[in-house]
């Protein structure tokens, strides 16, 4: 039977009751966990039936479709009336005074379970898995899509339960979880230095491929004597300037073939021209060797070849 919205029917618990937050009872340990006050008339219908225990129900709000699941810590509320920890209600959508259905349930215990922070300040924590360790001492279960609060050191960190094995709702009372964590929701992965350096290395290929480079014998020619050329040499390009080599080499052995007849041209016009020592030394004319004049014989001393004279006068 179903009386005035919030009376019993079937075999079951299941019940429809006004909901309000923890602050109007004034309890705020129970904003720390997932559990829920109820009138004394709950209790006496759980129990006359032959329900699982630990007490786990689940929250609907049917306007808007959202449910999530909690336990139950005290029977004392007003008749018609639950008391709720304020985030239990956002994750709802629910406002003071809205209807709630409340139903009986049994939940698997849970094996897995991954969490997300909302911000990157509780990473910043010295050791948050002991925090959250103590945090899930309070509550009973767990649903996937909901947002539980942690309170440490008077600051709020909002998480959210974005995957639990093995269903959508598991009870975590006495059972051996295991807890991993997704990066928070505001967290940015740091820029890689190595991406950059990559980006850079085709601009300074660039740049050096289109700095010029040494291009030699590219320059004007000057002549000693001051007198203007008779023709303009051509520019040489950078393509060029390995042919200019290979031909400058190969020239060498032509070039010192006629450097002599060149010189002895440009010397009989008296011009000064640099790198001609060696055909000089060549040219020049020998000075003709001075003959030494012969040398006359001395005569050798001869014994007895003076004049004689006589004693008598």
């Known amino acids: 039977m179903f009386f005035d919205g919030y009376g019993y029917h079937g ?26 006050i109820m009138p004394p008339s709950a209790l006496d219908r759980l129990a006359s039936l032959h329900i699982d225990y630990p007490m786990l129900f689940e929250l ?20 018609g009336m639950i008391y709720m920890p304020y985030w ?29 922070p909302h911000t990157k300040d ?13 945090t899930l001492r309070n509550f009973s279960c767990l649903t996937t899509g909901d947002s539980i609060m942690v ?27 295991e807890v991993d964590f997704a990066p928070p929701l505001d967290y940015k992965e740091p820029e890689r230095p190595v991406s950059s350096l990559k980006n850079k290395a085709p601009a300074e290929e660039a740049e050096a491929e289109a700095e010029p480079k040494f291009n030699p014998f590219t320059g004007a020619g000057r002549r000693l004597d001051g007198k ?13 300037s390995k042919d200019i080599r290979a031909d400058v080499a190969n020239n060498t052995a032509k070039s010192s073939a006629g450097s002599s007849s060149q010189n002895t041209s440009r010397q009989s016009q008296g011009k000064l021209v640099f790198g001609s020592n060696a055909n000089r030394n060549q040219e020049t004319p020998k000075e003709p060797t001075k003959k030494e004049p012969e040398k006359k014989e001395e005569p050798k001393f001869q014994a007895f070849t003076g004049k004689k004279y006589s004693l008598r006068g």
């Open 88 to 116: 239990m209600m956002e994750n709802l959508l629910l406002q003071e005074g809205d209807i709630v259905r409340v139903k009986n349930v049994t939940l698997p215990k849970g094996k897995y379970v991954k969490l997300q």
């Open 228 to 240: 203007p050329l008779k023709y303009d040499p051509p520019p040489v390009s950078s393509s060029s």
């Open 122 to 134: 509780f990473l910043d924590i010295s050791n948050p898995k002991a925090i959250l360790e103590t």
């Open 11 to 36: 075999t079951s618990f299941e019940q429809t009751y006004r909901c309000y937050p923890a602050s109007f009872i004034d309890k705020p340990h129970l904003e720390n966990g997932d559990k829920i």
């Open 151 to 177: 309170a440490y050191n008077n600051k709020k960190y909002y998480i959210d339960i974005i995957e639990s094995k093995p269903s959508n709702a598991i009870s975590i009372i006495e059972t051996d979880c």
């Open 60 to 79: 609907s709000n049917a306007a808007t479709e959202r449910v999530s699941h909690c336990g139950v810590l005290e029977f004392i509320a007003e008749e």
